[in-house]
Nanobody, 121 residues
């Protein structure tokens, strides 16, 4: 069974740091782009950061300069290093990845279950 599992969320004070991880498991041939989204209470889900299969990152303006996305293809894992956290970063963070199950297959979108990040003093 293919799944994405996030970890690393928690409670942190303003100005603090957290590192989120998202590991893909199961019978996977390859992984395309990987993304981090977040959803705060009462708000729509928004894209935070993306990384292409070749490792090219991109960021939302709201987190640019404070967040770094990276991936370890050998471990089928994507990371989100978040620094200088603010209260407005409080949200459930979701991992999304496009997975290819076999050679020649089209990529399919998978989502993790989400991990809570709370920034509060």
């Amino acid at each position: 069974q293919v799944q994405l599992v996030e970890s690393g969320g928690g409670l942190v004070q303003p100005g603090g740091s957290l590192r989120l991880s998202c590991a893909a498991s199961g019978s996977i041939f390859s992984i395309g782009a990987m993304h981090w989204y977040r959803q705060a209470p009462g708000k729509e889900r928004e894209l935070v950061a993306s990384i292409s299969s070749r490792g090219t990152p991109s960021y939302a303006d709201s987190v640019k300069g404070r967040v770094t996305v990276s991936r370890d293809n050998a471990k089928n894992t994507v990371y989100l290093q978040m620094n200088s956290l603010k209260s407005e970063d409080t949200a459930v963070y979701y991992c999304n990845a496009f997975l290819v199950m076999a050679a020649g297959d089209k990529p399919l979108s998978y989502w993790g279950q989400g991990t809570q990040v709370t920034v509060s003093s």
